[in-house]
């Protein structure tokens, strides 16, 4: 067993690391304050390769795989969850799917283009009355001779606004539960999509999501991902991915909460001395950093085992996620009371952390979902690797 990222990992990591403080950290705060997606930055991101990890370089990847992916998630989310959520829109939700369930001539056509990013993607299952509850989904596509007509309201998407192209899940046969749902590439300019204004949230301010209206939108057969009726397993297999980049983000949001209370209890002087001192503020440093490293082991074990070939690791996928957002909650909840006064100053680095913490819980399967998982397969009443 061999715990250490490889040397062009370690590499990676730099570079990332490097990147996010240069290049994101100076911008981020006015960004989230203007609730401004920064797409230059997302544009630079893809000069140095960043959307391609999980992407062979035939189609424009760099073929570096899911550990190298979660570095780097891990390091911008450091700095931005905002642009972390693109490790899933640009990558797994979009580009990674249609290279596991496309045909080559869809490959070819949107694969390069949101590695990159002359495309943005974006992944929309949800709806008003669909959350974790995806087959009550309403949203439909008919068959009009060749073509389907897609009406129906999908909410909560991340970056639907900016988005070229979008994987759109809808029923292709009502009567069918999740047998009868379909999975489709649509170009987000079409004829009868719109949009909503930016939906307000408590954290990733400048990574927008919106309502999108599809008001008899007119896709043509080839614009189908898989078979018809496949969409729930392509929704599924989907998931297993998005939930690793999640758990990365989560890791990445975690450690940069631990920069900042390391950085002020060894500033912060009370009683004559610096409140890292006090042996209860260690205590709490002391299991913010143990507590964090457990959920980064359990998200790189998760990505090296896709690495590995294990691409369908459920389990795995729900424990990180799981874990990892459950850690983000608790140690926002620690920094919170090590910065006192300063933690609540919505207007630092430290207010948004800690907003940006709260909201790994809910998406990507919220937390009780990710239970559920973990224990119906522990209790053998459903195996969650099939
Ligand atoms: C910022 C943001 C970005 C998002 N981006 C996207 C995106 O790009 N694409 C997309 O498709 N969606 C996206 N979503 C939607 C997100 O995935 C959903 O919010 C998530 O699936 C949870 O759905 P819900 O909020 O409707 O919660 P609900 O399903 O209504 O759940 C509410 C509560 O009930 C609990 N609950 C529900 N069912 C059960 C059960 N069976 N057992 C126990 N407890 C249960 C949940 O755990 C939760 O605590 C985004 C959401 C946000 C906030």
Redo the contacts with the bound molecule.
């Keep these: 067993m061999d715990f250490e990222l490889s040397e062009e990992c370690k590499a990676l990591q730099g570079v990332a690391r490097d990147f996010a403080e240069k290049e994101i950290a100076p911008t981020v705060t006015a960004a989230e304050r203007a609730h401004r997606f920064q797409r230059e930055i997302v544009n630079k991101m893809a000069e140095l390769g960043f959307w391609g990890c999980p992407i062979p370089e035939k189609y424009g990847g760099n073929g570096l795989g899911f550990v190298a992916h979660v570095v780097l998630c891990e390091e911008i989310a450091r700095v931005s969850c905002s642009l972390a959520v693109l490790f899933?829109?640009q990558t797994m939700?979009t580009s990674r799917a249609i290279l596991e369930f496309g045909t080559e001539a869809q490959r070819r056509k949107y694969i390069p283009k949101l590695v990159g990013a002359e495309f943005i993607g974006?992944?929309?299952?949800?709806e008003p009355d669909a959350?974790?509850?995806v087959t009550a989904m309403t949203t439909v596509a008919t068959r009009e001779g060749d073509r389907y007509i897609i009406n129906g309201v999908?909410t909560?998407?991340?970056?639907a606004q900016v988005a070229d192209v979008g994987l759109i899940f809808a029923y292709t046969s009502l009567g069918r539960k999740h047998r009868g749902i379909s999975a489709f590439i649509v170009d987000m300019d079409l004829p009868g999509i719109s949009c909503s204004p930016d939906q307000e949230?408590l954290g990733?301010r400048a990574?927008p999501?919106a309502e999108i209206y599809f008001d008899n939108v007119s896709v043509p057969d080839s614009a189908m991902l898989g078979k018809p009726g496949q969409g729930f397993e392509i929704m599924l297999r989907c998931f297993d991915n998005m939930r690793l980049t999640a758990a990365a983000r989560a890791v990445g949001n975690c450690q940069a909460l631990i920069d900042e209370s390391i950085k002020y209890s060894t500033q912060r002087v009370q009683f004559g001395q610096d409140i890292g001192r006090f042996q209860m503020v260690q205590e709490v440093i002391a299991r913010m950093v143990v507590e964090t490293e457990a959920a980064r082991l359990l998200t790189y074990r998760n990505a090296n085992q896709k690495d590995l070939g294990h691409l369908h690791n459920t389990l795995e996928a729900s424990m990180s996620k799981y874990f990892a957002s459950e850690v983000a909650s608790r140690i926002a909840d620690d920094a919170f009371r090590i910065m006192g006064a300063y933690g609540c100053s919505g207007q630092q680095r430290i207010g948004r952390l800690l907003r940006d913490a709260k909201?790994h819980q809910?998406?990507?399967?919220?937390?009780?979902?990710h239970k559920?998982i973990v224990a119906t397969d522990a209790l053998g009443y459903r195996r969650a690797n099939r």
């Design positions: 899933n829109a939700g974006c992944f929309a299952v949800t959350g974790n509850d999908k909560w998407i991340s970056l949230k990733w990574a999501t909201m809910v998406l990507d399967g919220s937390s009780n979902i559920m």
